[in-house]
């Protein structure tokens, strides 16, 4: 098996321990909290310590876990605990986000604050206003209720307000025990152990901080893949669970209503069995003076105060005039009307008229008239006959249905909410470890690949290697093939500058030997063209180094002179063997035909221009410099041109010095060289005349260097 997988199972290992180790703590540390306040009626909470705790040291996924499952295990007690869960996770997150930024610091006490400040609104605003939602307002309860009545006694505050104030004073006391619990927690751990707790996913190699923060800056050209996935996958909880609590919300409503209609039918049976059908008529026209009525009257009186959701209860007897009251039973807040008053009709029963005149039984009716928002339920009351003599009704208000229905809906969001957190939360962390991560890894190690040499692509390559990914899936895939592609893509590259060292050695070979040629001609000559370059290249070094035409003195430039330099006789080829080899003085006509070899050698080279293109050979442009130019003087006297001062390219005013002084210091046939000093003093001499005083200067100064190649044998 691969030593890198066993590493990572076992640093995964023992990551888990380390995370469980600290989500246990943690979950302990809130639960001692809860119970600590439970015991002295300390009016605070304490129960968010572990979770910040757990937020700060572990990172997102410890201080969610512990935040979600305190407020589970608290609901197996008071499951009301359970809708806070949201609030606790929110916080965990904060605590982790807070702790990144190095906000958990006794040296800048304003951050500290600003913890305690949001963790305040999220428990304390948050939290209060969650409380009003779920349960609807409810001044003076809780731990904040004492704090909440003497804010209310002030007189300044309503009681929503004073509620609110005392919730938000209450948890800021609290958190800010919190935070300062977490913060010395923090500072008094080692950092080794800190680095150990931090609950990290990673399936690769750890990045350091500093290409953490690289990869977060680098900017995508639209959304970042992190975004996109947040994205879909809350939107994917957020249909899911919204389809699930709106079909939670209309199932709950629907049996809350069944509920009351049930409630309903068993009120108007038993208000229907008090009632004598084959005394309604008398009922109607005699009213209390009836025998019995004022007890039936009070069965409807007790029937209608026995829940609070029942409105009114009733009988009518239902004619083409509108609804005669038999019986009315009075409410706390309304009077019941009279026997034998006439009652219209409300809009609501219209097409149900036929039916109630027939006596015919109707289905429950829910109307939102000048009543209120009502359900009514009709019993029709059969005398022995078999005729309706009239309708017992029972309304049911409606409102505490809504109320409970939007409590209901704010509950089950409020559960939502935590595992919506939680998940959201989980899922982040696993495509930032799965998925962005090794990404962003291999982008910032391929966008940093430097070909500019053999060590710096080793290094490159090392780098992907040392990424060292391993996801197990097509990410993993990627990362292998980037991997094989980029070492294939190295092995290539010194491929074929292997190829190219062997082509330019012999180029170069093949130009020496073609200078050699030239040379064979000129038995005066010998080294001259090896050592014509030597010198060129010295001078140029120190012309670099002086800083002297720097903006010309590139490597590449260097390197072009150097190789081009051995052709700057190559005209010689086309003069004749006479004059190149006469042992005396040239006569001028002579001299006349010699002259010409720069011009002759240009056309050579330019011949050869003409056949490889510049890219190829950027060297020949030099060399056709080189041959054209380099007996022309700085005081603009030479040939064939007669160009002066910087008009004369730097490498022809280059070998013109390197070219003069190995004239003066070789042994010819017909003179012996001078030596290094009488040659210089004649240098020195032609500066501003003869030759470039800066290009003089610097070789002036290279004297060691000089000397050596003037001395060395140069036979290869």
């Known amino acids: 098996m691969d030593s890198s997988l066993v590493d990572h199972d076992a640093q995964r290992r023992t990551r888990r321990l380390y995370a469980a180790a600290l989500c246990a703590a943690g979950l302990l540390v809130n639960f001692i909290g809860v119970r600590i306040v439970h015991a002295t009626g300390v009016p605070l909470y304490i129960d968010n ?25 608290n609901g197996i007690g008071d499951f009301t605990t359970v809708y806070y869960g949201s609030l606790t996770v929110l916080i965990a997150i904060c605590s982790a986000w807070f702790e990144r930024k190095g906000c958990y610091t006794f040296k800048k006490p304003w951050r500290l604050l600003a913890v305690i400040a949001v963790f305040t609104l999220i428990g304390g605003g948050l939290g209060s206003l969650l409380t009003w939602t779920l349960y609807g307002f409810s001044f003076g309860e809780g731990v904040s209720a004492p704090l909440a009545h003497r804010l209310y006694e002030a007189g300044h505050l309503s009681k929503f307000w004073s509620q609110f104030l005392a919730d938000m004073l209450i948890d800021l006391a609290d958190k800010t025990i919190t935070v300062l619990i977490v913060a010395a927690v923090l500072n008094l751990l080692p950092a080794d152990l800190r680095k150990r707790l931090f609950f990290a996913g990673w399936r690769q190699a750890p990045l350091s901080d500093e290409t953490l923060t690289e990869a ?6 639209r959304v970042s893949l992190r975004s996109k996935i947040v994205f879909f996958a809350a939107a994917a909880m957020i249909v899911i669970a919204g389809a699930i609590t709106a079909l939670s919300f209309v199932h709950y409503r629907n049996a809350a209503i069944e509920e009351q209609i049930e409630q309903a039918r068993g009120v108007v049976r038993v208000a229907a069995a008090a009632i004598d059908p084959e005394r309604v008529d008398e009922y109607i026209e005699r009213g209390e003076e009836a025998e019995g009525y004022a007890i039936i009257d009070g069965r409807f009186y007790d029937l209608a105060n026995s829940s609070e959701n029942i409105q009114y209860v009733y009988a009518y007897q239902i004619r083409e005039d509108g609804c005669h009251v038999v019986f009315d039973a009075d409410t706390p807040e309304t009077e019941g009307s009279a026997p034998g008053e006439v009652i219209e009709f409300d809009e609501a029963f219209a097409e149900y008229l036929p039916a109630l005149l027939a006596g015919e039984p109707i289905e429950p009716i829910v109307s939102n008239e000048k009543y209120g928002w009502l359900l009514t339920v009709y019993e029709p009351v059969y005398d022995s006959g078999g005729r309706c003599r009239c309708y017992v009704g029972a309304d049911i208000d409606m409102s505490g249905i809504s109320a409970d229905g939007y409590q209901f809906l704010a509950r089950v969001v409020s559960l939502f909410l935590g595992f919506f957190l939680l998940i959201l939360a989980t899922t982040l962390w696993l495509a930032e470890y799965h998925i962005i991560l090794p990404i962003n890894a291999m982008s910032l190690s391929t966008g940093r690949f430097a070909y500019d040499s053999g060590t710096a692509r080793e290094e490159s390559v090392e780098s992907i290697r040392a990424l060292d990914i391993l996801t197990g899936d097509e990410i993993e895939n990627l990362y292998h093939s980037v991997t094989k592609t ?9 491929h074929e500058e292997h190829q190219k060292q062997v082509i330019s050695r012999l180029q170069n070979g093949l130009i020496l030997v073609l200078a050699d040629m030239v040379e064979s001609r000129d038995t005066c000559t010998g080294q001259h063209v090896r050592k014509t370059a030597a010198y060129s290249e010295i001078i140029m070094r120190e012309l670099k180094r002086e800083g002297v035409y720097a903006d010309q003195l590139t490597e590449e430039y260097i390197s072009d002179v150097i190789n081009s330099a051995p052709l700057h006789d190559i005209g010689k080829i086309k003069v004749s063997d ?11 006509e002579e001299f006349a035909v010699m002259k010409t070899h720069t011009v002759e050698g240009a056309h050579v080279i330019e011949h050869a221009m003409h056949m490889v293109s510049e890219e190829d050979s950027p060297y020949l442009k030099e060399a056709d410099n080189l041959a054209m130019y380099h007996h022309e003087k700085w005081n603009g006297s030479g040939y064939p041109v007669g160009l002066k001062g910087e008009e004369i390219p730097l490498s022809a005013r280059i070998m013109a010095v390197a070219d003069v002084f190995d004239a003066l210091v070789s042994k010819r046939s017909y003179k012996d060289g001078l030596s290094y000093e009488k040659a210089m003093d004649i240098i020195l001499a032609g500066a501003g005349s003869h030759f470039d005083p800066a290009v003089v200067h610097a070789f002036a100064q290279a004297e060691e260097k000089v000397r050596e190649v003037m001395n060395a044998n140069m036979d290869i």
Do not use: H, Y
Request: net charge neutral; charged share 20%.
């Open 49 to 73: 310590i572990g979770s910040a705790l757990a937020g700060a040291l572990g990172g997102v996924i410890p201080g969610v876990v512990v935040g979600f499952f305190t407020n589970l295990i």
């Open 216 to 221: 977060e800056k680098k900017q995508s050209r």
């Open 486 to 494: 980029t070492e294939d893509m190295v092995a290539a590259i010194e």
């Open 578 to 588: 006479l004059i190149l080899n006469k042992p005396g003085r040239l006569t001028d």
